[in-house]
């Protein structure tokens, strides 16, 4: 008899017929809608908002169908997991599987039923799905022997029988069951009657649901006369929390699972163990759960911790995610502030360089102008005064030219005076005034703004050579082994210095004897408009300095240096006078200081001691230096 195992739950294990199973629909009188049975029969299941969450297959969404848990412990339907391991099949193959293993069964008098069909019974009335040998399928592709879990990800080895093997979940469809049994809308059939009576109480003790005149017969009996029996609607309201837990064997559907094959792990019934395990080291299932227990007991305390840290470790994740979101907030804000803020200087810059290209142009354009009028001036004089002095002498008697003679050469000697002599100079009106030239410097530092170091200044000026000039005087001491240091001046045409760097300014030194031999220089760009020229000379002689600017040389290269000889020292390098003679009171110190009681040189810690070793002979304290006294006449102490 098939009926819906939603709305109406009924047989128990003890109402048994063996071997009888009927197909034929049935249904209660009170309840003429379709049952979910028949719609199993058209290869559905329960729709995901029919139950409880806990209840609903993650992959499927709809209510589990003979779960199986999978050595990463999450639970999936059978169907599932063989279309999860063929992702070949259609659709409607899975459909037609569906329905040919899922297909409605009940176990009438019988009542093994578990609530998915997958051997598990519960002795609640729940129908039950009892599956047969013929019913046993495989996926498509026997070979596989790893599956990946859909929620871990783990890659799961599955045991030699494939995902028909895998433990069944009873402890989901224990609470299946129990979820079904404590619903209204569940109707309960007698577990004692051998025809379809509905439950009307239930017993506490039994575990058994009982109809009017069964409870009545089970209440005068005085075995279980104590017992408590509570209307089927007063036990739903205080909560069925118990219900016959028993598991059948997959193989032999009549039998109990009993038996624990060790070898093999499993739980196997009677005729297993003499057929399928046979040979095997068997044990009951009340031993060897005590003894499993006990270790699963041990492990579960060494796991608890580490779930316990587990705990802790992911709140600490917690908190540091937060602190880090906290701080990439933070700098993003300072970054953008930071970009913003140079920006905004950048702008300024920006705005202060277009407004000096404007006040050049200006400038530029307003000498321009002022030097066009100017000529335009002297133009027309003269053009007035070669006019007049051309007609003085075309039309004048000699009495006329001579009384004119003085005025008119004057004024032609001022025309000429006013364009220069020589056609050229910064007086000649003939030559324009004003350069050009106007450079945008973009690696030359503009200072700061804002502080923001900022680059790129706007210059007039245009370097001359001709006009560059070199500081002689510092090359008047060179000494050999010594650091030699000099400074070029740039300047533009007018003679002004460039106040900007960044020009090509190169030196070359060299002795004038016949190897000419060169000598490493160093040109460094102080970004002023001035650069140092250092060299060290290894010996004594002389040397000629070449300097040039933008390939040019400047004014009075190349220069004459002459390199002397270093004057070595006469007197000790030590610590102190008094302990470089042996305490002697004359012992005197080129370093100036005094000690107290009639000493003439220097002591440890008193005045005028430079605090560390130095020459006796001119107190320098550099061991490899040149004497920088040359009066020898200081008394000096050598040991």
């Known amino acids: 008899m098939e009926v819906d195992h939603v709305t109406y739950i009924f047989g128990s294990f003890s109402r048994r017929r063996q071997a009888e199973v009927v197909r034929t629909p049935k249904k209660l009188p009170s309840d003429p809608a379709p049952t979910t049975s028949q719609q199993r029969r058209n290869g559905s299941r329960m729709p995901a908002g029919s139950g409880d969450q806990q209840f609903l297959c993650p992959l499927c969404q709809r209510q589990f169908t003979e779960p199986k848990v999978l050595p990463c412990l999450h639970s999936f ?31 009438v008098n019988g009542g093994s039923a578990s609530s998915t069909g997958s051997g598990y019974s519960d002795g609640s009335g729940y129908e039950s799905e009892v599956r047969s040998d013929s019913d046993s399928w495989t996926p498509r592709n026997k070979t596989l022997n790893l599956l990946a879990c859909p929620i871990c990800g783990t890659e799961n080895k599955l045991p030699p029988g494939g995902i028909a093997a895998l433990p069944a979940d009873y402890m989901l469809q224990h609470r299946m069951v129990l979820a079904t049994l404590n619903r209204e809308s569940t109707r309960l059939l007698c577990d004692l009657c051998s025809t379809d009576i509905p ?78 395990h046979r040979g095997h080291a068997c044990d009951t299932a009340v031993r060897a759960a005590d003894v499993y227990a006990h270790s699963m007991r041990d492990a579960l305390e060494r796991a608890r911790p580490v779930a316990e840290d587990a705990v802790v470790n992911l709140d600490r994740l917690r908190h540091l995610e937060q602190r880090i979101e906290l701080q990439c907030s933070q700098v993003r804000d300072e970054v953008d502030q930071f970009i913003d803020s140079y920006i905004s200087a950048l702008e300024e810059h920006r705005r ?70 020589g056609g050229g100079g910064a007086n000649n009106l003939l030559e324009p005034r004003v350069s050009e030239c106007l450079q945008f410097l973009r690696s030359e530092t503009a200072g700061k703004l804002k502080d923001y170091s900022l680059f790129g200044i706007i210059t007039t000026q245009t370097i001359s050579h001709q006009y560059c000039t070199l500081n002689i005087e510092s090359l008047m001491d060179v000494c050999q082994h010594q650091k030699a240091e000099t400074m070029v001046v740039t300047r533009d045409a007018d003679g002004r210095p460039l106040r900007h760097g960044g020009e090509k300014v190169v030196a070359e030194v060299w002795y004038k004897d016949t190897s000419h031999r ?112 040359s009066n020898l006449s200081v008394y000096q102490f050598t040991l």
């Open 352 to 421: 202060s360089l277009q407004m000096q290209v404007q006040e050049a142009r200006e400038s530029k354009l307003r000498m321009v102008h002022g030097q066009q009028l100017e000529l335009e001036r002297h133009l027309e004089d003269t053009r007035n005064a070669v006019s007049f002095a051309e007609n003085l002498l075309s039309e004048s008697s000699d009495i006329e030219l001579l009384s004119l003679v003085v005025p008119v050469l004057h004024r032609l000697e001022r025309c000429c005076t006013a364009v220069g002599s």
């Open 199 to 276: 439950a009307a109480s239930r017993c506490t003790d039994c575990l058994l649901s009982l109809c009017k005149f069964c409870s009545e017969a089970h209440q005068r009996q005085l075995v279980t006369a104590d017992h408590e029996v509570l209307a089927l609607h007063d036990a739903r309201q205080r909560g069925i929390t118990r219900v016959r837990r028993q598991a059948m064997c997959p193989s032999h559907p009549e039998l109990e699972l009993q038996l624990f094959c060790a070898p093999c792990g499993q739980v196997v019934c009677r005729e297993c163990c003499l057929l399928a």
């Open 518 to 629: 060169k000598v490493p220089v160093k040109v460094t760009d102080q970004q002023d408009g001035t650069y140092l020229i250092s060299f060290v000379p290894d010996t004594s002689g002389n040397l000629s300095l070449s300097v040039s600017v933008q390939g040019k040389p400047i004014k009075g290269s190349p220069f004459h240096v002459r390199v002397r000889t270093m004057r070595t020292h006469h007197g000790t390098f030590h610590c102190c006078s008094f302990c470089s003679s042996g305490g002697s009171k004359e012992a005197t110190c080129g370093c100036g200081g005094r000690m107290p009681g009639g000493y003439r040189g220097c002591g440890h810690g008193h005045v005028g001691h430079p605090g560390q070793r130095h020459w006796s002979c001119c107190g320098n304290i550099l061991r490899n230096s040149e004497c920088g006294r």
């Open 77 to 107: 339907c059978t169907a599932c997991l063989h279309q999860l391991q063929s992702p070949c099949d259609s659709n409607i193959e899975l459909a037609s599987l569906r329905l040919a293993h899922n297909g409605p069964k009940v176990e």
